[in-house]
């Protein structure tokens, strides 16, 4: 086994070198506009919608704010369809906005809500769906649209990882009412903090641009009561900055994940999964499930990786349908929820990141690999 001199995380900033940053910095400080909807906030507006191939978008200085924003924008109330295969910010944008989550079980192949199981939690309150492109694999946009139109119910989707995901050869930010990024420093586009709502047309990028600055429409106008959601001209200039770099950050993802594909394909128990046929994907994590019969258990690989400073994360685990807040739900019971459940139990996500070297990988798969 190689030498390593540094521990190897789940996932670690792409950050480009500290001098090409200088210059947005002295701009910043000559100009004086810190915030706002300054100069950079603006030119990353347009360069985001451009390089995405969406219409508009708003930024906002996190995507928690932005999921919060979005349900306020579309006044969803009573109950929303959601998974529980997914992060905390998810389900917890609706209780911030005094919703009702209804937990669906997800579909083993794609991690992702079972449009098969929709239909049968729809109730007369139900007003919204709110399914996560998870780990950047598409939904099945179609059969989501095709019950929310029969229903009459808004989609917004929770993109926190599918930045420039693309299916059948259009993003995927263009389904859905509103689709919410998130530009954290562990995803795969960062802007230290930050994140957008995607827009399908003006009318309602204004409403939201309303939202996220308090509710002001003009200087003496206040037309809801809005947040400080705001994202400010040190993050936008990272995120022009980044955008500089993301193609080769997400080639190298790729590269990286063939790597593991290639040594896991002897190991039939240690099955990684991938996004369906016809994806443009952005490999925003590489999530491997340790089947039951693998003779070492998830946990116990767990536990080996970390004892050999490699620090690997169960995403998603534990279901958010099992934290105190939202386990009494009736729609929260275990049995409901059988694969996300198995999924949850079985699921590790490797290493991944554009610094990772091919040496550290091979480090990851040689204790992967190693006989028991
Ligand atoms: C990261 C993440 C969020 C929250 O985004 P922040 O920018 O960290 O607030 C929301 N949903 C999912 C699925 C995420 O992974």
Redesign the pocket.
């Given at each position: 086994m190689s030498k390593r001199h540094r521990p190897i995380y789940v996932t670690e900033p792409h950050l480009p070198p500290l001098a090409d940053f200088m210059p947005y910095l002295e701009a910043i400080w000559q100009s004086k506009r810190l915030t706002n909807s300054g100069p950079f906030h603006e030119q990353l507006e347009s360069a985001l919608a451009d390089y995405l191939g969406v219409e508009h978008l708003s930024l906002f200085a996190?995507?928690?704010l932005a999921?919060v924003t979005a349900m306020q924008a579309l006044r969803i109330t009573g109950e929303v369809i959601t998974t529980p295969y997914?992060?905390a910010?998810?389900t917890h944008s609706l209780l911030w906005n005094n919703l009702k989550p209804v937990f669906v079980d997800v579909d083993p192949k794609t991690c992702n809500l079972d449009p098969d199981r929709i239909e049968e939690a729809i109730t007369p309150a139900t007003t919204a769906i709110l399914p996560?492109h998870c780990y950047g694999f598409p939904c099945d946009v179609e059969r989501i649209e095709a019950i929310a139109d029969t229903y009459g119910l808004k989609v917004i989707y929770?993109a926190?990882?599918a930045f420039g995901v693309r299916h059948d050869g259009e993003s995927i930010l263009r389904h859905g009412d509103l689709s919410v990024l998130?530009?954290?420093a562990t995803?795969v586009f960062n802007t230290f903090?930050g994140?957008a709502i995607v827009c399908p047309n003006d009318k309602i990028k204004r409403r939201i641009d309303h939202l996220k600055n308090f509710g002001f429409a003009d200087e003496v106008t206040v037309v809801a009561p809005g947040i400080n959601g705001k994202m400010n001209e040190v993050c936008a200039a990272m995120g022009l900055l980044q955008l500089e770099h993301i193609d080769a950050a997400l080639a190298t993802r790729s590269r990286i994940y063939r790597q593991y594909a290639e040594a896991l394909a002897a190991v039939p128990t240690l099955q990684l999964i991938g996004p369906p046929e016809g994806t443009q994907w952005n490999v925003a994590y590489c999530p491997m499930l340790v089947s039951d019969t693998h003779p070492v258990s998830r946990d116990a690989l767990y536990d080996r990786l970390k004892a050999a400073d490699i620090h690997v994360r169960r995403y998603f685990y534990p279901l958010i349908s099992s934290f105190p807040m939202y386990r009494g739900l009736p729609s929260a019971v275990p049995s409901r929820l059988g694969n996300a459940h198995r999924i949850a139990r079985q699921v590790i996500c490797l290493p991944i990141h554009p610094g990772l070297g091919a040496d550290e990988v091979g480090s990851v798969l040689d204790i992967l690999l190693a006989a028991d």
């Open positions: 996190n995507g928690t999921l997914t992060f910010a998810t996560v929770d926190a990882h998130s530009f954290h995803k903090e994140g």
